[in-house]
């Protein structure tokens, strides 16, 4: 539990912490963005890693020219874009074992059934819509991959998806992350942002318990 402090507190200071690692790092910072993206998305064992805020943050520097915004977009979109793939190819080889297994350490198997409604409500079109959902994007193209969705109509829906949610964020974060009232308030800027993309989510939980 001593994790969760520290963990609260770089979500919410995002850009304190991005501060330090673009004086600290200078041009590998956009290295280790590639890095965190790749994972969240990636990687089903990182769905608790910053996302929407941290590309909030990211544009924000970029306006005040600590960082390459062209640069920017195009690192964070191949980060995404290659991070559902990885995602996707897992779950097509060894997904279907890990959905059977009772215990599985790293994956939350309540985190996969709820990708895994979600991707059923909503078919391809999930692959798109969950890059704007913490956590669920992080499992739907892990379950796109056990359900053997067609590949080439998974990367049209990646691609799509994983440019318009890094335009969004970074975009965002260039135009109104150094207005006046954000700067002073980024702490709950990047608060609402997170309740924002979340407002589905706990949705569907709650449509999920009031049909049990």
Do not use: C
Request: glycine letters at 8%.
């Amino acid at each position: 539990m001593a994790f969760l402090p520290i963990f609260i507190d770089v979500i919410l200071h995002v850009d304190k912490y991005l501060s330090q690692i673009i004086a600290e790092y200078g041009f590998w910072t956009y290295l280790i963005l590639f890095f965190i993206i790749f994972l969240e998305t990636g990687l089903v064992a990182f769905p608790f890693l910053p996302g929407d805020s941290l590309l909030f943050a990211a544009g924000a520097f970029a306006a005040i020219g600590s960082l390459d915004v062209k640069l920017l977009l195009v690192v964070i979109t191949a980060a995404a874009v290659l991070g559902d793939t990885v995602n996707y190819w897992i779950g097509h080889r060894i997904g279907a074992r890990i959905y059977r297994m009772e215990n599985v350490r790293f994956v939350n198997k309540e985190h996969l059934e709820r990708a895994h409604q979600f991707y059923e409500k909503h078919g391809g079109k999930a692959i798109a819509i969950a890059r704007f959902l913490p956590v669920i994007r992080t499992f739907a193209p892990f379950v796109a991959g056990i359900g053997k969705m067609d590949y080439l109509r998974f990367l049209g829906y990646n691609v799509a998806g994983g440019a318009l949610w890094v335009l969004v964020f970074v975009l965002g974060g260039f135009y109104f992350g150094n207005l006046p009232l954000v700067k002073e308030n980024f702490s709950l800027v990047i608060f609402a942002i997170i309740v924002i993309s979340l407002l589905p989510v706990f949705r569907e939980l709650v449509r999920h318990y009031l049909k049990l």
